[in-house]
């Protein structure tokens, strides 16, 4: 047997290219996919709830251009956030941290931290903490902040869950100097920001990285010969049938004499 480099797969916001992004459906597809992580994003709600969705506003999703912070709960979840995709998922709704995290029912999870700017206090990462006390550790999945600041608040409060700093729309050797300057255990980069000589520099860190994201074989194929730890994709099923289907290919090739 020719073994291949399988970096994990993650199914970003749940199988979302199959079903709504950030939805108990997403994730159920995206467990159902064989991902070996699932990511998904939360938010604050105006009465403090914490829910799945990724954008500020509404607008992209239900046509409203309401903002996640200032609806309560029982509004957002009288919201139909599945049709914007295809019809037949009229009626899917928005879920809570809690239901998410139910559902996975101990699945590898990243959850992607979006504080809004009236937060100040952590309530959103206080109450992300307290939803995971009862939850298995998350890896090989982690926590994913945004800035230096939230980083170092979770590495001051948690002590279960791995830490990841996201490059964002950071300069990638600005971000490079900062994860190596930060010794970081994880980190999440930005695939269109990375060129081949960008992927030799993630040698010199120590961190994990996960790379946001892959859609295609030629990305699939390109991704796998980088070092990097998982691959984002909104395609959890087709990776995987990818990544078997070139090991299937490797075990049919002749060995050489």
């Known amino acids: ?7 994990l797969i993650v199914a970003h916001r749940g199988a979302s290219g ?14 159902v996919s064989q991902a ?17 969705f990724h954008d500020r506003s509404l607008q992209r999703i239900t046509g409203s251009s309401a903002a996640i912070g200032d609806m309560t709960l029982a509004q957002l979840q009288s919201l139909d956030v599945g049709t914007w ?3 037949k998922f009229k009626q899917t709704r928005i879920p809570t941290l809690q239901d998410a995290l139910h559902l996975s029912n101990g699945y590898p999870l ?3 931290i979006k504080p809004s700017a009236n937060d100040s206090g952590r309530v959103l990462e206080t109450k ?25 608040w979770f590495k001051n409060h948690d002590s279960r869950h791995r830490i990841a700093l996201m490059q964002k729309l950071r300069p990638t050797d600005e971000f490079l100097a900062m994860a190596k ?13 990375f060129g081949e000589n960008d992927y030799a520099q993630l040698s010199d860190l120590r961190s994990q990285c996960f790379v946001f ?25 087709l990776m995987r049938g990818y990544l078997q289907l070139q090991q299937f290919s490797a075990e049919l090739q002749p060995i050489e004499q």
């Open 213 to 237: 994201w892959g859609d295609s074989p030629q990305q699939w194929q390109y991704l796998c010969n980088q070092p990097v730890t998982g691959v984002f994709t909104n395609y959890p099923a």
């Open 110 to 112: 990243i959850v992607e």
């Open 128 to 152: 992300v903490l307290d939803l995971l006390d009862d939850y298995p550790a998350l890896d090989p999945g982690y926590i994913s902040v945004r800035d230096e600041a939230t980083l170092q």
């Open 1 to 7: 047997m020719v073994p291949i480099k399988t970096p």
């Open 85 to 87: 995709m295809h019809p």
């Open 36 to 52: 070996d992580i699932i990511e998904f994003d939360v938010q604050l709600t105006k009465d403090q709830e914490v829910v799945l």
């Open 181 to 193: 300057g930060l010794d970081l255990d994880i980190i999440q980069i930005r695939s269109a920001l």
């Open 18 to 31: 199959d079903a709504p992004e950030n939805t108990l459906l997403s994730i159920q597809t995206g467990i």
